[in-house]
């Protein structure tokens, strides 16, 4: 176990990393360590959480606005928006039971420097699109803003968002600014039952393509429908293919109806109501449908209409069972435990049918031995690593984390 | 108009020009090179008029391939290069320079692709930003940023500017809606980054990129979202006795849980303006209008206007005119997208782009109003309420020297006067050549360091679009801890 180090001021935290730069010392950075096992492991004597930088510092509802330190619980941050009839719209998503980390305890810096958005990004954006500002600690110890808390906003480059997805790999984020949204008045659900992929993304891809701000549109295989909470749902035995609207009520009735005329061919779509809505959108939210075992668990990023046969190229090679999120463009695939972790299988497959693979559950040994994250084309490498080196020269700052070197 | 100061043009490549000139016809032929005075004379500037600069040479490659051969070759002989879409910039983001190579990327505007399933559209970037619409809206779609000049102005300019438009609201900006492209780097690299899928691999660099105002390479395609087209919208326009009571039934709109599709506002001087030049039949005897657009099934609008409605009474609108046919809806719009137009035919102006959180209006509106006053000057405002960017239009007369000059000062005070409030110098313009200098008002040392840094890693000799975005004094800084450093 390494020192974990837990600073409570941004002095202290540019101290601290003054100090392991000096040293070349590695620090794992770290907010509530709930996606602790994802990525390739760190190889250092010293943790930085950033778990005691917590607290909103800002929050205009009427600007849709909201400041928090880097290691405010996302739980508090969404309780808080609640309050007020607001939300995170990217729905972030909690990886944490899927890899068995401490399930709803990530902080709201970590969602932005990992970037993972759940079933709402497809009609809102990710988490990178709702960033407007962050300030933190780069590995040269210096301390630095980007962006700010107004919506519009050009002056300068968009270090924020560059910042997101990064995993920690560049700068410790101290405190995030992002947008918010208001809870719609109501949601419903449209499920159609035992669709096989391919025909399930197709309709997805049409219901995205109608009027009606689908904010939902994923296909979860009969295998991983079993594993729902909802009892209706669990029992059928069937695939589960299912729509979201969300709008003020009668909204949300006409949109339906709409929805469903326009995807009659595709039989005779359920209708959960609103508080049933919640539930399944929920249990997708923290993966529960993904739950941690010994297999391996791929996500991975493609265009919507070619999911299903990137899927089926890699059933050729091993059994695989999928959630679709994002109309199919967001294949979360778990594959039997392997010394390689099927990985040149999956990549061939991504490369042949385009877009890209992350390895999210592994033994700790297989995430050292593979490529975690999607490899790097020559010169995105060659950007990547003078990014690296940009921010943090010395390369302290969760060194390997997601490439070998940056 | 106190100008900044721009870099002084290097004497060997001047002397060399010829030399240059034809080697890049041999590069890409000489009808892709313009050389003579004339021809070059016409991109000496861009929308932010008052720089001229008449450029060393100009060249409209036809491909990708082209634009890497003339990188290249600018890099190998070290030659500073502008990139270019249509010129529209208002912060003179595509101002040239005497001993630079302008690449204009006019030529190449094609549709690569359409793909209405996966709700994607593959352009070349010196497509329109309307065109890039048209070439969707027969099937119901449209692309979401919208940008007023979105006639002339091109997909590569507004990825360089990270552009936005009244529409943004709901939609996001430029860099909220592009999923992947094709950069040239400047030594002549071609990067593909991104594409037709979402949550682009490793680092965000669509990011770093988009907004980077054609310093980190010339972005030449791109794959972009389409949205389908909402059934219908319609505008309600709200007349305020102040600009206070205004801002203040804006930010209730908001709270309220509805998020129009735009929110305009406009103050007495503009919308004076506004309706004697297109007849909008806006109210004249109202302090602030309010154009407040919803959009969703018919019947869904007119809930959503009505909520407006009961939303505004607590603020006492004087005028309530709720669209009730496209024909009134156009006539809203007219007099708002004329505004500025309808401003510049009556005075020449100078327009502000600063941002500002929307609880701060009021008194906002009021000390731009002092500064302006405090330097004899007029204002307009005009500006897009709900993401509290502010186009204040400061009004001067060009010829003479002494207005000109102030009004560039009282522009000065008002963008400090934005980022004082907690909001920034640049909404949707970008910093260009115009605003580079108030840099240091918003951002310390350390952070123009992290930009710069970012700006070396994708154009490590600094010839792209040179002279832009950072103070002078701040770059011959970093370059001096550079050469420290190694």
Redesign the interface.
Known sequence: MSDLQKPAADWELQFMVAGCAEKRLPIEIVGAGSKRAVGRPIDSAITITTASLRGITLY??????MTARAGTPVSHVEAELAAH?QMLAFEPIDVAPAVGGPQGAQTIGAVFAT?L?GAR??QV??A??HLLGIKGV?GRA?????G????????????A??????WGT?AVLTEVTFKV?????TAATIVYLGLPDNLAV?LL?AA????VEVSGAVHLQAPVAARLGHSGLKSMGKAVTALRIE??S??VA??SL?LKEALKVYGKGLELDHRESLEFWGELRRLSVMPNRQTLLWRI?????TAPKLVAAIKRYMPAEAFYD?AG??IWLEVPAAADAGTAEIRRAAAIH???A?LIRAEPAVRAAVEV??P??P??ER??R??KA??DPAGILNPGR??ANV | MSLSRLPEPDRDVLARSAAIIKDLEQLIGADAVISEEEGRRTFETDALTVYRRVPLAVVLPRSTEEVAKVLKYCHEQRIKVVPRGAGTSLSGGALPAEDAVVVAISRMNRVLDV??????ISVETGITNLGVTQAVEAE??FYAPDPSSQLACTIGGNLA??S?GAH??KY??T??NVLGLRIV?MDG?I???G???????????L??I???EGQFGIVTEATLRIL????SARPILLGFESSEAAGRCV??I??????PVAIEFMDKPAIAVAEAYAKAGYPLDVEALLIVEVE??P??VS?LLGDIVEIAKPFRPKVVEMSSSPEQSAKIWKGRKAAFGAIGRISDYYCMDG?????RLPEVLTRISEICASHSLKVANVF?AG???LHPLILYDANKPDEAQSAALAGAEILKLCVEV??????????GIE?RDL?GV???D??????M??????DPLWLLNVGK?FPLDAIEGQATQTTRAA
């Not at chain 2, 907690?422 to 910093?431: I, K, P, Q, S, W």
Request: aromatic letters at 6%; a negative charge.
């Open positions: 205009e509802p009427s600007e849709l606005v009839g970037n958005s990004r497809i954006g990710a990178r699109d780069n210096e301390m630095f803003q980007s700010g808390r107004v919506m519009k906003n050009v002056t300068g480059y968009d270090v968002r560059g910042l997101t997805g990064s560049l949204l208001p809870w719609p008045e197709e891809c995205m393509a109608q009027p709008n003020f009668a909204a006409g949109r709409k990023s493609t265009k919507p209409t994002w463009g967001l385009g877009g890209h992350t994250f999607q790097l084309s010169p995105v950007l990547t003078d990014l940009a921010f997601m490439y | 793909d209405l399933a996966n709700r994607i119901g779609f500017m990270n936005g943004c609201l996001g900006v860099t909220n780097l690299e990067v593909e980054i594409g037709p899928h979402l949550d682009a691999e490793g680092y965000d660099l990011a770093l988009v907004g980077s389908p087209k909402a059934e930010a209730a908001i709270a309220s849980g509805i998020v969703g099934a019947e869904e809930r941002t500002i959180p929307l609880s897009h993401d509290g960017n907690g909001g920034c110098l640049t909404g949707e313009h970008g910093v605003k840099m918003q951002f310390s350390a952070d123009l360091a992290v930009q840094r970012i700006r070396s890693v994708f975005v």
